[in-house]
């Protein structure tokens, strides 16, 4: 394509260049003020009900734990090693 061709193109390409960015920071600019709404209603309502929780309940703690390292340095009590062996 000739070079006075691509910058016609490039001319006429540039509006909606333009525009789509707009539209992607008008978008940000909209969920940014969406949270600047909602946060504080959202954290004015959990305050007094405890943050959501019944009263009374605790945050529970996972029921499994996961390490990493060598198996035998981090042996809790109450467990044993297994040793298997896979034959095919």
């Given amino acids: ?3 006075a061709a691509r910058a016609v193109v490039v001319f006429f390409a540039l509006p ?3 525009l789509a960015i707009l539209s992607l920071l008008l978008l940000a600019v ?3 003020a969406l949270l600047v ?3 504080p209603v959202y954290r004015l309502f959990t305050r007094p009900s405890g943050g959501g929780r ?3 309940e605790s945050v529970a703690a996972a029921p499994f734990s996961v390490t990493f ?3 035998a340095e981090v042996a809790s009590p109450g467990t044993r090693r297994v040793d298997s062996t896979v034959v095919e």
């Fill in 69 to 71: 390292g060598d198996p």
């Fill in 37 to 39: 709404l909602t946060v």
């Fill in 54 to 56: 019944e009263a009374g």
């Fill in 1 to 3: 394509m000739p070079t």
């Fill in 30 to 32: 909209s969920m940014l």
């Fill in 16 to 18: 909606g260049i333009l």
